[in-house]
């Protein structure tokens, strides 16, 4: 079966030992990509190959934003600026703005609109390359189609990370090193390194290719700018970007519904900065095995289909660990994916193509479950 369901991505293969940090990958990534290079593409925390103390999480993230020390720590401090400024506008949203009306329409753009673009830009496009854009038009205008919270290489990178070491102490979601750890991720696990040698950076660049273009896409720096900035992306072409999409945004929502209009998007886009990272908390099993063999599929590691996310965005997440370049996660009847169903009409219009739709034939699930059962079984867990 391995054979038959890798995908250029992943194969079914033993569970690891999830009570020490594993040092070889679980998975083969999507990019083929050897455990030299992913061990040393992001930078460690100092309390890495341990669980930390929350105290520890905490002194670590403050470190991760000391720019006056080390300009190439500037991505920790856009996140937290990103966060900040939703945050405020939402908070004027709850005091002076607002209206149920717009705090449903908020809760609907994170739940829906912030959902599909994450999981079709980032997620499948960008990390799995699980489709391809037809031209430049149509990569500019999914990678607008919601407000901009995350830089490219911050989540794709990490991801190819996430995959090969999930639930050991090397994920970078951090799900086993409790939930603040995960919720501070970005800066304390999921930078890039700024140490990476010539050749790294380019296999590095490499894997952000389906979002890059030096025209309407990402614009990757050259070495020599990677090493004064620590970063595949210069900070002014950054700013740049997130600046057109939020004036674009912020217009759309003032003109629809004034200063009640732009405090209901904030309020949305902070609800997704948290949850979004909650997920990745959650869906690993909050770092503990709370698989059942009659909801998962993915023996290898520890994540979960939560029936929310699977339901309002396809994120059947079990579902996508045994098979993580498909483009499509509804394997049973009794789920929906419908971010795969946008990105069959975004095909339909002629925007994307060479979709993998890489749902297991009914025999291949049954024995991906009878291994999952299997190592529950060897786990004492019924």
């Keep these: 079966m391995a054979a038959e369901l890798d995908h250029n991505s992943s ?8 009570d020490t940090p594993a040092l070889s990958p679980t998975r083969t990534s999507s990019a083929r ?8 593409l992001l930078a460690r925390p100092r309390y890495a190959g341990r669980v930390p103390r929350a105290q520890e999480v905490l002194l670590e993230y403050v470190r991760n934003l000391r720019i006056d020390r080390d300009r190439r720590l500037w991505l920790g401090v856009f ?16 005091v002076a703005h607002f209206s149920w009306t717009a705090f449903f329409a908020g809760l609907a753009l994170c739940s829906l609109a912030m959902n599909w673009h994450g999981t079709l830009y980032y997620h ?7 489709f391809r854009a037809r031209n430049p038009w149509a990569l500019t205008l999914l990678r607008h189609l919601a407000p901009r919270t995350v830089p490219e290489e911050v989540y794709v990178l990490s ?9 050991t102490l090397l994920d970078p979601y951090a799900p086993r090193l409790g939930w603040l750890a995960c919720m501070l991720a970005d800066a304390n696990h999921q930078r890039i390194s700024p140490e990476l040698s010539r050749e790294d950076y380019e296999r590095a660049c490499r894997l952000l290719a389906p979002l890059a273009h030096p025209r309407w896409g990402l614009k990757l720096n050259d070495y020599e700018t990677y090493r004064r900035w620590g970063s595949l992306v210069h900070p002014l072409d950054t700013l740049k970007d997130f600046g057109i999409n939020w004036l674009m945004w912020f217009t759309l ?6 200063n009640t209009g732009v405090g209901a998007l904030a309020w949305g886009v902070s609800l997704w900065l948290f949850s979004v990272r909650h997920f990745n908390y959650k869906s690993h099993g909050s770092g503990r095995d709370q698989r059942r063999a009659d909801r998962e599929v993915s023996a290898p590691d520890l994540s979960l289909n939560l029936r929310l996310a699977g339901w309002l965005a396809g994120e059947w997440h079990s579902n996508h660990h045994l098979v993580p370049r498909s483009a499509r996660y509804d394997f049973r009847k009794d789920q929906v994916d419908l971010s795969w169903q946008i990105l069959r009409a975004l095909m339909a219009l002629g925007l994307f193509t060479n979709a993998v739709d890489g749902r297991p034939a009914p025999a291949q699930l049954q024995e991906a479950q009878d291994q999952l059962r299997h190592t529950l079984r060897a786990k004492g867990i019924s």
Excluded at 33 to 40: A, E, K, V
Excluded at 253 to 258: E, K, L, M, P, T
């Design 124 to 130: 499948r496009l960008g990390s799995h390359r699980a």
């Design 79 to 94: 996140n937290l600026s990103v966060s900040l400024i939703f945050l405020s506008i939402a908070a004027g949203f709850f």
């Design 33 to 40: 990509l050897d455990s030299s290079f992913l061990q040393h």
């Design 11 to 18: 194969t079914i293969s033993p569970a690891p030992n999830f």
């Design 253 to 258: 929502a003032f003109f629809i519904g004034g």
């Design 159 to 167: 991801h190819q990370v996430h995959h090969a070491y999930a639930d």
